[in-house]
Structures are given as structure tokens and as C-alpha cells.
């Protein structure tokens, strides 16, 4: 590979850019321009490293033309859709633009970053705001499912005491049946707390070790 044909810092071989070059530089050059270059006619711009030799040429005796292409391609790489860019007009008011040019001033930007910084910010709010009601969403159901497990654990103690006192409602109601007409036999009150006692413990103990199970399977928030 000549000096020549060594590849130009400013000249892509991507997105055809050198081919987009080429064609630019045949529109613009004389029939005596063409010819004086050292390559024929055929191989001129029929590669990347042709483009850059003629290039270098053209720039001796036609630098003008050469600023020109660098700026025109400047301005290709800015319209074109691999750039991530594409052109836009819009109709804004006097106040609009006044205010759009004192933050791109405040701001050490021009207009078009300004705007740019705008709209993603614009963006990141509301990915923000979906985030939040996400969340929101996700604590509320967590709560209202915790709550319906509380409701499940004391309907479940509740059911238990229940179940003890429907036990001893029926032994009085045997001892009713068996002795109709008996008064039960007179007791001190410490000699009934002595029954009774054991009893309540029994009761206690079995509402405690519901309340204990549902709290084992109650979810909690981290």
C-alpha cells in the first residue's frame, strides 16, 4: 500500500461513506481534474484506498473542495439514521425559543442538547413514577394478603375457644340430664378455681399454639 492509499482519519469505510464521497467528488471535478489524477478512469474510486489516493491529490491543487466534502459528510453523519439522529422541524413560539436559548446558554449547550436532555429526563421521571406505583402496588397487595392471614389466624383461635367451650357446655349438659332435679353440691370458691384452672390452661394453651402457627405462616414485609 502507497503513502497515498493509507486510510484518512476523516474518511469512513463504513455506511459506504468513501462510496458517498466518491460520487460527491465525481459531480464536482472537471474532465481535466479527472484526468490529471495518477489512477485511470476505472479505478479512480473503485475502492477505499483508490478514494483516499485520489483524495490526496485532489487536495493539492483543490483544498477548497476537499473542506467542502469533509463538512458535507459532517452533515451526512448527522442526518443519517445510524447515527441514532434524524431531522425534525418544529414550529415553536417567540417565549419558547427565548427560553430554550437562555438554558442552552446557562448550560453551555446548544439547542438541540438542551432538548435531548429534556425529553430523557422527561423519560426518567416517568420510569420513575412506574416504578413507584409498581412498588406501590406490589406493597398494597403484600398488606392486604398479611391482613387476610391475620383474619384467618383469629377466626382459627376464635373457632378453637369454641370448641373448648362447646365441650364443656355438653358435660354440663349431661350432668343436667342425669341429675335434673339436683343443685350441683356446694364449693368453696377455691376448690372451684382448682377445676377450673387446669381448664382455662388447656384453653389458653391451644388458642396460643394457633396464634403461633398462623404467625409462622404470616408473611412479613422485608
Not at 430554550?100 to 448550560?107: C, D, E, T, V
Not at 423519560?123 to 406490589?138: I, N, S
Request: proline letters at 3%.
Amino acid at each position: 500500500m502507497s503513502e497515498n492509499e493509507k486510510p484518512l482519519k476523516w474518511l469512513r469505510r463504513q455506511d459506504d461513506e468513501w462510496k458517498w464521497a466518491a460520487a460527491y467528488l465525481r459531480e464536482r471535478l472537471s474532465a481535466k481534474e479527472m484526468t490529471s489524477l495518477s489512477s485511470d478512469a476505472l479505478t479512480q474510486f473503485s475502492s477505499y484506498e483508490n478514494t483516499a489516493s485520489s483524495i490526496r491529490q485532489i487536495q493539492e491543487t483543490r483544498l477548497d473542495l476537499i473542506i467542502k466534502l469533509q463538512g458535507a459528510i459532517r452533515q451526512r453523519r448527522y442526518r443519517s439514521d445510524s447515527n441514532g439522529r434524524k431531522p425534525r422541524t418544529f414550529t415553536l413560539s417567540k417565549q419558547t425559543l427565548s427560553k430554550l436559548g437562555s438554558i442552552a446558554k446557562r448550560n453551555d449547550a446548544d439547542e438541540t442538547a438542551v432538548i435531548t436532555a429534556l425529553i430523557e429526563r422527561e423519560g426518567l421521571a416517568a420510569e420513575a413514577e412506574r416504578d413507584y406505583k409498581k412498588l406501590l402496588k406490589e406493597a398494597i397487595a403484600q398488606e392486604q394478603k398479611i391482613a387476610s392471614q391475620v383474619e384467618a389466624s383469629l377466626a382459627a383461635q376464635r373457632d378453637e375457644a369454641l370448641k373448648h367451650a362447646e365441650r364443656f357446655l355438653k358435660l354440663l349438659a349431661q350432668w343436667e340430664l342425669m341429675k335434673p332435679d339436683e343443685k350441683p353440691p356446694a364449693a368453696s370458691e377455691e376448690d372451684i378455681a382448682k377445676r377450673v384452672e387446669p381448664r382455662m390452661k388447656e384453653l389458653q394453651d391451644a388458642i396460643a399454639y394457633v396464634a403461633f402457627r398462623g404467625s409462622v405462616f404470616t408473611e412479613r414485609c422485608p
